[in-house]
T-cell receptor
């Protein structure tokens, strides 16, 4: 079966540092990987989408990489701020439009 | 980005009653919407794919007679939890897919509905 795993359940970092979150998938490479932010009691908010033929994607302080050899995506937040504290979810495509979500990593940025 | 709304944001009901949750795409037309449920500290689990004008496609293990989905228009999908029981208490989230020419299509999520069945 197609699985997607986010290795760290929780990650604490100091303000100003770069947070790096990991997403690993099994079996064949998905065409796309997406990253979302979810705050408690809220729906996920789309952040970035990266295609399998793209190695890197950036948006302001966010950067996502996609390594089809390692079957891994890394999500970076540079110059992290306490407001970045949230749960971050990665999702892979399954079939045409369906997504399978990872369990998420709870990031806490300490002031 | 595209905006998806859900109503109600929370609902408390008695066991045995039915609850309807609405999902609307506010500024775009969504031929495909998705319904998820999420338990505390767990990820989103896809329940069903809702296609406008046709029957929903349910994931394995999801009872279609329990969770009725109707996608009557390009901007509205509804999920009805029939004869709700305490184990149905969860956070229900819908999403709508924005088609993209390349086929990627981002999903935009609603704010979620907290269902508590007493």
């Amino acid at each position: 079966s197609q699985k997607i795993e986010q290795n760290s359940e929780a990650l604490n970092i100091q303000e100003g540092k770069t947070a790096t979150l990991t997403c690993n998938y099994t079996n064949y490479s998905p065409a796309y990987l997406q990253w979302y932010r979810q705050d408690p009691g809220r729906g996920p908010v789309f952040l970035l989408l990266i295609r399998e033929n793209e190695k890197e994607k950036r948006k302001e302080r966010l950067k996502v990489t996609f390594d089809t050899t390692l079957k891994q995506s890394l999500f970076h937040i540079t110059a992290s701020q306490p407001a970045d504290s949230a749960t971050y979810l990665c999702a892979r495509t399954s079939g045409t439009y369906k997504y399978i979500f990872g369990t998420g990593t709870r990031l806490k940025v300490l002031a | 980005g595209a905006v998806v709304s859900q109503h109600p944001s929370w609902v408390i009901c008695k066991s045995g009653t039915s609850v309807k949750i609405e999902c609307r795409s506010l500024d775009f037309q969504a031929t495909t919407m998705f319904w998820y449920r999420q338990f505390p500290k767990q990820s989103l689990m896809l329940m069903a794919t809702s296609n406008e004008g046709s029957k929903a496609t349910y994931e394995q293990g999801v009872e279609k007679d329990k969770f009725l989905i109707n996608h009557a228009s390009l901007t509205l999908s509804t999920l009805t939890v029939t004869s709700a029981h305490p184990e149905d208490s969860s956070f229900y989230i819908c999403s709508a897919r924005v088609p993209e020419a390349s086929g990627a299509g981002e999903q935009f999520f609603g704010p979620g509905t907290r269902l508590t069945v007493l």
